[in-house]
């Protein structure tokens, strides 16, 4: 028997997926959670097969829960979402998730994933596949841009920052403008959004 724990934060998907799961013969699932704190515990607690899991979750994401078991467990982790984004499959890919797939598939496939799973290999969505050949860009900025970066995208000013890597604050506010035409943005918000969405801030 397959033994699942579900991470999803709404309700009605929730108990539709472990309704149909536990439909299957060699299915069973034994914990749902509604965040990924909660499905950090549930696995370490009951030591399941797999676990699926949303990635946009309260208190935990998805993919900072299966970043945290990646060292401590042998479950093997499916993300299930709705964004088919390259960063955030990238990140998942570097946390060893077995499965990457899109909500709007069949149950069908999740079903034919698990075992294909549970046989020792992996499953990644074709669209993401292809997202990764599109979107194969090296992250532009240098290491100390990605360092400024960082630090804004901690809440610090300009001031702070300055002080922190010793620099001048008007070596940082050029660092900033720098970052900020590499990545093609207009403000420090979207720069963090485009630096973390595509990954490179790990």
């Known amino acids: 028997m397959i033994r699942i724990v579900i ?4 309700g009605m998907l929730l108990g539709a997926m472990k309704s149909l799961l536990n439909m299957e013969d060699d299915m069973e699932v034994v914990g749902i959670a509604k965040n990924g704190e909660e499905a950090v515990e549930l696995v370490d607690e009951l030591k399941p097969d797999i676990c699926i899991m949303d990635i946009e979750m309260p208190m ?3 993919l900072d829960a ?29 946390a060893g998730v077995r499965g990457y797939l899109l909500k709007d598939s069949p149950i069908e496939e999740l079903v034919n994933s698990i075992r294909v799973i549970m046989d020792g290999r992996r ?80």
């Open 123 to 202: 499953i990644y969505a074709p669209e993401l596949v292809d997202f990764v050949y599109e979107d194969d860009s090296e992250n532009p900025l240098t290491e100390r841009e990605s360092q400024v970066l960082e630090l804004v995208a901690e809440g610090k000013t300009t001031k702070e920052i300055a002080a922190e890597l010793f620099l001048s604050a008007g070596t940082v506010r050029n660092y900033i403008s720098t970052i900020l035409d590499k990545l093609g943005v207009g403000n420090r918000i979207e720069a963090i959004s485009r630096f973390k969405e595509k990954g490179w801030n790990k």
């Open 7 to 10: 991470a999803e934060d709404q």
């Open 66 to 94: 299966a970043e945290s078991l990646q060292e401590k467990s042998d479950c093997k982790i499916i993300i299930l979402t709705t964004f088919a984004r390259p960063g955030y499959f990238e990140r998942a890919r570097k």
């Open 60 to 62: 935990k994401t998805g």
